[in-house]
C-alpha cells in the first residue's frame, strides 16, 4: 500500500511535457482562394503601393511559404487540383470552362469537401467555383454541405472587357456571352438562381457578400467541426468593389480590390478570435495563378518573377501563401521549401484522419513544413508544370527549373491595358533551358551547358511524366490520366433564358 500511496504522490509531482497533453481537437479549416492575384500583391511579399494590414498580422501570427506552385497557371485547372489533391491534367480538366462546357469535374474524383464530411465536418463554399456549372458539377454534389455564388470567371458575361471593347467600334455588336447568375444550392442537385443576370452593382457586392456568408457559416458551426472554401471572384478582371473601398488604396482601382480581399481576410480572422476558435482552425490564403498581365493598371505584379497568368514561368505558377494555426504554425516565421496547392488535400486528410482515395493523387503531407520542425525538408523531388493545351511545359525541383520547349505569350517588356481593356501579348517560344532558382529567380539565365547530370536527371523525369499523364506537343497518350465529367442524356442543366 505504501509503494502504491507513494507512487501515486510521485504522478501528482512529475512535471507536464508536451505529450501529456490532450491531444487538439480536428482543426476546423478555411481556405481563402484568390482569384488572378499576383506573387507582389500584398505587403507580406512585398507590395508597398498600398496596405494589407490583415495580411500582414496573418503572416505574423502564421507563416509565408515563399515558393509554392499552383498546377496550372490558369482558373479551372488551379481549382481542380486545389480541391482534389491531383494534377489537373490527370483529372481531365484543362483551362477555364465556360458556359458552353459540356464537362466538369467527375464524380469519381475525391474533393477535400468529401474528405471533410467523411470526419463530420460542415463544408460550404462561397464564391466563384468553376469545376463545370451544370448541377451535376457544382458545390452541393461534390461534398459541400451549402453553396452561394457564381459558376465561373466574373468577365464571362455580356460586359466582358473585350466585348466592350468591340462594340466600341461595332454599336450593333452583340455578345456571345449569356448573363452571368448568382447560384445558391443547400442540396445535391437542388440549384437557385437568386440572380440571373448579374450587373456591375451586383459584381461590387460580391467580395463583401461571400464574406458575410464565409462568417455567417463559420458563428452557425462553431460547436463543430467545420470547413469553409472562400474561393472569391476578385482580382480577376473586370475589377469591382464596394462602395466603401471605391478609391480607399489611392493606388487605382487593382488596389482597392486587394484591400477589400484583405478586409474580408479579417473579418474571418476576426470572427475566429471572437469564437475563440483561432487556435484550433487552420486558415490558408494562397492564389489560383499570377497576374493577369495584359490588363496592366487593372493587374497585379509578380516581381521579381518572370511573366504571369497563362505562362508556366515563376510568375504564373508561384503564389502568395500564408498559412495559419494559432499554437501549431510558428509565428511570424517563413518556410522557402517547395510546396504546392496540390498538397493540401493530404496535409488536411492527414490533420483530420480522413482515408485518401485509393487513386493515385500527386499531393503530399506537408504537415512537417507547418508545424517548422528541424530539417524538414520539401516532400517533393519534381513537380509537373502543366498548361493547355494538356502539354508538360516545365519541371521544378527545390532548386532547378527544367523549361521544355513550348510557345507561351509575353508582353516583351510592353506596359498593359488601361481602364480595364488589356494589350495583345506576342507570342513567342522558350527552347530546352535551365534555371538555377536558388541564385536566379527571375529565370534569364540558361545554365543547362554547365550541368549536364541535372538536366538528365530532369530529362528522365519529364519521359516520366509525359509517359503517366500525356503531354499534346510530343502526341505522347499517357497511361493513368482519368475521365473529366461529362454532361448526358437527361442531365439537367443550368439554362438561361433569351
Excluded at 135 to 161: A, C, E, Q, V
Excluded at 268 to 275: A, F, G, K, Q, S
Excluded at 368 to 391: C, I, M, T, V
Excluded at 450 to 458: C, D, K, R
Amino acid at each position: 500500500m505504501g509503494t502504491l500511496i507513494l507512487a501515486l504522490l510521485l504522478s501528482f509531482d512529475l512535471p507536464t511535457t508536451a505529450s501529456d497533453q490532450p491531444p487538439k481537437l480536428r482543426p476546423n479549416i478555411v481556405v481563402i482562394f484568390i482569384d488572378d492575384m499576383g506573387y507582389a500583391d500584398i505587403e507580406p511579399f512585398g507590395c508597398t503601393a498600398y496596405p494589407t494590414p490583415n495580411l500582414t498580422q496573418m503572416a505574423k501570427q502564421g507563416r509565408r511559404f515563399t515558393d509554392c506552385l499552383v498546377s496550372s497557371a490558369v482558373c479551372s485547372s488551379s481549382r481542380a487540383a486545389l480541391l482534389t489533391g491531383c494534377y489537373h491534367q490527370r483529372l481531365g480538366i484543362d483551362g477555364a470552362l465556360g458556359p458552353a462546357s459540356e464537362i466538369g469535374i467527375s464524380e469519381q474524383e475525391t474533393t477535400l469537401a468529401e474528405l471533410c464530411r467523411s470526419q463530420g465536418y460542415a463544408t460550404a463554399c462561397f464564391g466563384k467555383w468553376h469545376l463545370g456549372h451544370h448541377p451535376k458539377f457544382l458545390p452541393t454534389n461534390h461534398g459541400f454541405d451549402r453553396y452561394f455564388g457564381i459558376p465561373y470567371s466574373n468577365d464571362m458575361w455580356p460586359l466582358h472587357p473585350e466585348a466592350l471593347a468591340r462594340r466600341q467600334q461595332q454599336p450593333d455588336y452583340k455578345s456571345p456571352w449569356p448573363p452571368l447568375p448568382l447560384l445558391r444550392s443547400e442540396r445535391a442537385g437542388d440549384i437557385e438562381i437568386v440572380n440571373a443576370d448579374m450587373q456591375p452593382d451586383d459584381q461590387k457586392m460580391m467580395t463583401r457578400q461571400f464574406t458575410e456568408h464565409a462568417v455567417e457559416f463559420i458563428r452557425e458551426h462553431a460547436a463543430q467541426p467545420f470547413f469553409v472554401y472562400v474561393p472569391h471572384p476578385m482580382v480577376h478582371v473586370p475589377l469591382y468593389v464596394s462602395p466603401e473601398f471605391e478609391g480607399r488604396s489611392g493606388a487605382g482601382l487593382y488596389g482597392d480590390a486587394v484591400m477589400e480581399v484583405d478586409w474580408s481576410v479579417g473579418e474571418i480572422l476576426r470572427t475566429l478570435d471572437e469564437l475563440k476558435l483561432s487556435d484550433n482552425t487552420l486558415v490558408i490564403f494562397t492564389s489560383d495563378n499570377g497576374p493577369w498581365l495584359s490588363y496592366g493598371e487593372h493587374a497585379g505584379s509578380a516581381v521579381p518573377l518572370r511573366e504571369g497568368k497563362g505562362t508556366m514561368f515563376e510568375g504564373g505558377c508561384r503564389v502568395p501563401t500564408l498559412i495559419q494555426w494559432l499554437g501549431t504554425i510558428p509565428a511570424g516565421t517563413t518556410c522557402s521549401e517547395l510546396i504546392s496547392t496540390l498538397d493540401i488535400v493530404p496535409t488536411v486528410a492527414q490533420l483530420i484522419g480522413a482515408q485518401l482515395p485509393e487513386h493515385p493523387i500527386d499531393g503530399r503531407d506537408i504537415g512537417p513544413l507547418l508545424r517548422g520542425e528541424p530539417h524538414a525538408k520539401s516532400p517533393h523531388d519534381f513537380l509537373y508544370l502543366y498548361y493547355n493545351p494538356q502539354s508538360l511545359h516545365a519541371i521544378r525541383t527545390p532548386r532547378w527549373k527544367l523549361h521544355l520547349p513550348h510557345p507561351y505569350r509575353s508582353l516583351s517588356d510592353r506596359p498593359g491595358g488601361r481602364e480595364g481593356r488589356p494589350v495583345g501579348y506576342d507570342q513567342k517560344q522558350i527552347e530546352l533551358a535551365l534555371f538555377d532558382l536558388s541564385v536566379d529567380i527571375g529565370e534569364t539565365t540558361d545554365v543547362q551547358a554547365q550541368h549536364p547530370e541535372v538536366m538528365a536527371q530532369l530529362l528522365e523525369a519529364a519521359d516520366r511524366a509525359r509517359q503517366e499523364l500525356g503531354d499534346q506537343l510530343t502526341k505522347t497518350k499517357g497511361t493513368q490520366p482519368r475521365a473529366p465529367g461529362r454532361m448526358e442524356p437527361g442531365d439537367k442543366r443550368l439554362i438561361w433564358e433569351e
